[in-house]
């Protein structure tokens, strides 16, 4: 009873000193690096320690488990803020210090027994401390560990990912790794190379220049970077090397495949600077390509277009709302191909331009002197024109004049025959001149003029039945089947099947039937044209529905009716397509929509 109740009285003048021991301790604090942190922080949980202390002295046994969760929480917040164990320690020594100093100086006594079991108390704080610094420590290490290991690995995938390929040579210039794409390039696997010299894992190696740039740069520590020839492999190869006290680092890169495109490329930029004017633009319509064409076509140094904006170089052609403006929008907007022909007033010359979009959203634009082509067409327009107006006035006058001629009375009758011949003459002329008009509106004018309207063309159909029945009498048979009604230019479509028609009967067996049907279809209208007889020659077939082109046994006519009855077909939305073939004759089968 005598020990307990000296601890009892030491622990009860512990409690009556707690805040001036504490206070103490605080100002000690305060000579430290911390003492900008504010009392609550610096004192902490030793308020908690301390009180755990006194419970222990109380206790009279040397059960310490009280003052693990404070000391614990101590150490925790002190590593937190930056602590050194040591600087943590040497705050628990000053603390014993002024706790023992507080007991004595108030004229208590520290028996043995309490002494050690205070000190004891006291030291156990510290081992807490310094486990708690230690597992902080050793987690510490492990998170060091664990992240040196995931820089390795993302190193490797950041290897493995790279086209270029690597690998790495100690310092007697064995392989110590290769990335995948250095694997495919040097046709080693890393398993298979690994401890290799690098002159017997790549034979021939070792006398070419770049194995005496690799032990240069082993012995001279310095970096690199080549592009070369590799002898044994007929290869080119770019080469950047990283010497280090371990040994090489080499990234390297196989161009033989680029130098070839660089060399066509050159050759056909030299093709291009003999050819037609080219220019090129990038994205931004700059231009960053003239040749030398181009340059005297344009008459300006080609210094002075490149690298400007294309409507700035070539302000007075490509202005807003001009032709070159427009179509040159499309090309770089859309995506679209142009070819267009265009007065080009600078020179004062016709040119056809051709432009195309790039790869990269540029464009690239083509021009040719087209003044005469030009010239060939407008003298053609003009000869047209007279033969299909000048001439219709006159042709209209004989026709007339005939007309009344042969319907006079007292006309004799040996000069019939001579009107009539007179009559047919006039009138054949009057169908060349119609398809000359025809061909100069398909050809110059946008297509051939149709006037739809909804209508049968099973009377169209009849029209042409009763058309060749007089001058070919049962010739010509005409059937139809299912609904033929649409939207249609009747008199174009018969315009278009008497042509297919006549040809039919000029080219097919004499004195067998030509077959005209028409069948309707959900969504459109078929018409076939069929003749029996030999076949049209293959080499013919090419160039039938070609203006002014002739079968080699039709010397009569322009040529222009297939061309004309093409062009009807297809202003109406249709197709029209040929087979002829030994024992089966000719058919021409016209396709339309219903529009």
Known sequence: MEVGQRQSEVALLVRARRERILARWLARLRTTRWARLPDAALIDHQPKVLDAVVTVLESGQSDFRR??????????????????????????????????DEVLAAGGELPLEERELLHQALDQTQVLSALVFSERRDERMRQLREEAEDARLQYEEALAAMTDGYFRLDRDFRFVFINPAGERMLGLRHEEARGRLLWEAIPGSADTEIGRRYRAAMESQQPFEITTRFEPWD????????????????????????????????????????????????????????????????????EESLGQILWEAYANEA????????????????????????????????????AYPTREGGMVAFFRDVTRRKEVEELQERIIGV?????????????LGVHRVASLEELPERARPVLARIQRSAERM????????????????????????????????????????????????????????GCWDADRLAQALS????????????????????????DGVTLTVHNTGAPIPAEERGRLFRPFARGSSDSAGLGLGLYITRNIVEQHGGTIDLHSEEGEGTTFTISLPRR
């Open 67 to 100: 003052l693990e969760e404070p000391a614990r929480a101590h150490a925790e917040n002190r590593h937190g803020i930056g602590y050194e164990l040591a600087e943590l320690l040497l705050e628990t020594s000053w603390f014993r210090t002024i706790l023992v």
């Open 319 to 354: 202005k807003p709302g001009s032709r070159y403006w427009t179509e040159y929008h499309r090309v770089l907007e859309e995506g679209a191909e142009v070819a267009f022909d265009e007065y080009y007033a600078r020179t004062g010359i016709w040119t056809g331009v051709t």
């Open 430 to 485: 009057e169908r060349m001149i119609a398809a000359l008009l025809d061909y100069t509106r398909a050809e110059y004018g946008g297509g051939i003029p149709v006037e739809c309207a909804p209508g049968d063309l099973a009377e169209v159909l009849e029209g042409i039945g009763e058309e060749f029945s007089v001058s070919h009498p049962e010739r010509v048979v005409v059937t139809t089947d299912g609904n033929l009604a």
């Open 499 to 522: 042509n297919l028609v006549g040809n039919a009967l000029r080219h097919g067996a004499p004195n067998c039937p030509v077959t005209v049907r028409a069948t309707g279809e959900a």
């Open 235 to 302: 290869r080119f190869f770019e080469v950047r090397s990283f010497p280090g006290p371990r040994g090489l680092s080499i990234y390297f890169r196989d161009i033989t495949e680029r130098l070839e495109k660089d060399r066509e490329r050159e050759r056909t930029l030299e093709a291009l600077e003999r050819g037609d004017a080219v220019f090129i633009t990038d994205a931004d319509a700059r231009i960053v390509y003239v040749n030398a064409t181009q340059e005297r076509l344009a008459q300006r140094p080609r």
């Open 387 to 399: 033969v299909g107006h000048d001439l219709r006035n006159p042709l209209s006058t004989i026709l």
